[in-house]
T-cell receptor
Framework: AQKITQTQPGMFVQEKEAVTLDCTYD???????LFWYKQPSSGEMIFLIY??????QNATEGRYSLNFQKARKSANLVISASQLGDSAMYFC??????????????FGTGTRLQVTL | KAGVTQTPRYLIKTRGQQVTLSCSPI?????VSWYQQTPGQGLQFLFE???????NKGNFPGRFSGRQFSNSRSEMNVSTLELGDSALYLC?????????????FGPGTRLTVL
């Protein structure tokens, strides 16, 4: 089974609108961290937001928020007030707490977001 | 604080050659991880170094190796290059190896093997 699943290969959103990018994960480890990264065409992976498995509140960072539903094992990224500069690939990733694996980030296949006028 | 730096940014090699990529982490970060990104396989973990010791390794052949120096800078080496090694190689810096530690990436080295 895939550890991280992103079911939306591509998404379009109009400027100033909100958009939700889906991410579901699979782990039996009680300790894990979920991350979202943005990758523009330049290739650099830009860290956006982090949610820990024990966090009670949904994470927020400026226009980014993470809709964390632990029972459903989903960690959707919400981008509010989309801007043209938000056009990029978005990756969901997970680090698990098991010894020897915590250093590794497992990535989903990504969602390409295109913001239109 | 300066971000993660990687050199070189672009590299063209031919099959059979070897290549060394360099990564300087964020100041104070002791963990450096390497990832390979290809259109077909996506992002895959290569290995992680923490305080000069390899802590974790992905499923890559022995041609892929790395090391970390006392100043936390890391190098990755690929010997006997194959066409399939063409990829974007990303280095990530983290304060530690815990599941809660954020990883910050460098701009990547784009390797083309001809």
């Amino acid at each position: 089974a895939q550890k991280i699943t992103q079911t939306q290969p591509g998404m379009f959103v109009q400027e100033k609108e909100a958009v939700t990018l889906d991410c579901t994960y699979d782990t039996s480890d009680p300790s894990y961290g979920l991350f979202w990264y943005k990758q523009p065409s330049s290739g650099e992976m830009i860290f956006l937001i982090y949610q820990g498995s024990y966090d009670q509140q949904n994470a927020t960072e400026g226009r980014y928020s993470l809709n964390f539903q632990k029972a459903r094992k989903s960690a959707n990224l919400v981008i509010s007030a989309s801007q043209l500069g938000d056009s990029a690939m978005y990756f969901c990733a997970m680090r698990e707490g098991r010894d020897g694996t915590a250093s590794k980030l497992t990535f989903g296949t990504g969602t390409r977001l295109q913001v239109t006028l | 604080k300066a971000g993660v730096t990687q050199t070189p940014r672009y590299l063209i090699k031919t099959r059979g050659q070897q290549v060394t990529l360099s990564c300087s982490p964020i100041s104070g970060h002791r963990s450096v991880s390497w990832y390979q990104q290809t259109p077909g396989q996506g992002l895959q973990f290569l290995f992680e170094y923490f305080s000069e010791t390899q802590r974790n390794k992905g499923n890559f052949p022995g041609r892929f190796s790395g090391r970390q120096f006392s100043n936390s800078r890391s190098e990755m080496n690929v010997s006997t290059l194959e066409l399939g090694d063409s990829a974007l190689y990303l280095c990530a810096s983290s304060a530690g190896s815990q599941w809660s530690n954020e990883q910050f990436f460098g701009p990547g080295t784009r390797l083309t093997v001809l």
